[in-house]
């Protein structure tokens, strides 16, 4: 059995501030070391259950899917480190997976969390999927539903459980921080945020007969909200977006994977108006 890990890091415990999440960050390499060993805890539990082959997707966007450690990262895994790459945070993803993991996940851009963002922080004010407004958790939860594979687990702060939760009800959560404000948490030590993690993985997959692909009807309609009507301009130049007020462009697909690997593109195509190229977090 092959289980799918998705690695984010905004949603591990003691990250809270950019000085966490970029490579130029004070505590960058102090986030990368708690998001390593988060991911290991999750891959020792789907070992423990069942699996026979876990894979690690560092789904990080900060330092462009390279902020896990390889050399630290549980011996068993099979790390997926990198970018740019066609399918983002569920890289290599295919029918094969009995579950995905989102791990370190965070809240949507419009839904108050600890470092909450929509793909990009910078650019990105909101993303709906035929009128349904999601975040990280919703667009990969509905890429995953198009290769008929379930999220089992999401872990993150409280409003990152509760997000997805509202979603898919079916799945098993695991708060390793509670939200104060954007920038600030009450947060469990690595020690115990590894148990939570553990658990959770263990009661979804002991659990996978209750798990359900997440499905969004065909044809798909995905409008994505820019905080500038640049990034609009700049998004519209892909073949196929239309642009449906100063912000916001929609883009029409039979299939979530178009849907997927277009939104990235547009969002890819952004460029601030001051000119510099800044990677989201
Ligand atoms: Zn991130």
Redesign the pocket.
Known sequence: MRIYISA???GVSGVVHREH?SPQGYDYELARRLMTDEASAAVQAALDNGATEVWVSD????NTFRSILLDRIHPDAHLITGGPRRLGQLEGLDKSFAMVILL?Y?TMHNFDGV?N?TINGQAVHRVTLNDVEVG?IGINAALAGHFGVPIGVVTGDDRTVAEAKALMPWISGATVKWYLSRYAARCLTPKKAHGEIYQAVTDAMSNRKRLKPYKVGSPIKLRLSFKETGSAESAARVNGARRVDSHTIEFVAKDMETIYENCSAMVELWQPAWGAWIRG?
Do not use: R, V
């Not at 789904?59 to 900060?62: F, K």
């Open positions: 984010d890091q905004e999440t789904s990080h966007g900060g370190g965070h470092l963002h990280e977090h």
